[in-house]
């Protein structure tokens, strides 16, 4: 059974940084994409993006810029990297792994954490 924790989220003004965290406990078939999607209060959850086990990054269209995903396979870690953070980037960060990248834009989801929130104020 695999499970997904998150940390790192917090409360950050506008224009600021922050570092989410993803550590995966359990076996992740290769070529699963594992990465992050989020959900605003009273909106729908959104792809944020995904890294598949070989190392190969997946955006989102409207993230690409300011969000940066990597993996660290020795601990298997995935971070998000989110610079420049908006108002409109406030929500629940979510863990999550798919069995395809096109899974995981579609938000097919196979396994998914708990969340971490994110918060940007002005």
């Known amino acids: 059974q695999v499970q997904l924790v998150e940390s790192g989220g917090g409360s950050v003004q506008a224009g600021g940084s922050l570092r989410l965290s993803c550590v995966a406990s359990g076996y992740i078939p290769y070529g699963y994409c594992t990465g992050w999607f989020r959900q605003a209060p009273g909106k729908e959850r959104e792809t944020v993006a995904c890294i598949d086990t070989y190392g190969k990054t997946n955006y989102a269209d409207s993230m690409k810029g300011r969000f940066t995903i990597s993996r660290d396979n020795d601990k298997n870690t995935v971070h998000l990297e989110m610079i420049g953070l908006k108002l409109e980037d406030t929500g629940m960060y979510y863990c999550?792994?798919?069995?395809?990248?096109?899974?995981?834009?579609?938000?097919?989801?196979?396994?998914r954490g708990q969340g971490t929130q994110v918060t940007v104020s002005s």
């Open positions: 999550a792994a798919a069995r395809t990248p096109r899974s995981f834009n579609a938000l097919v989801l196979t396994w």
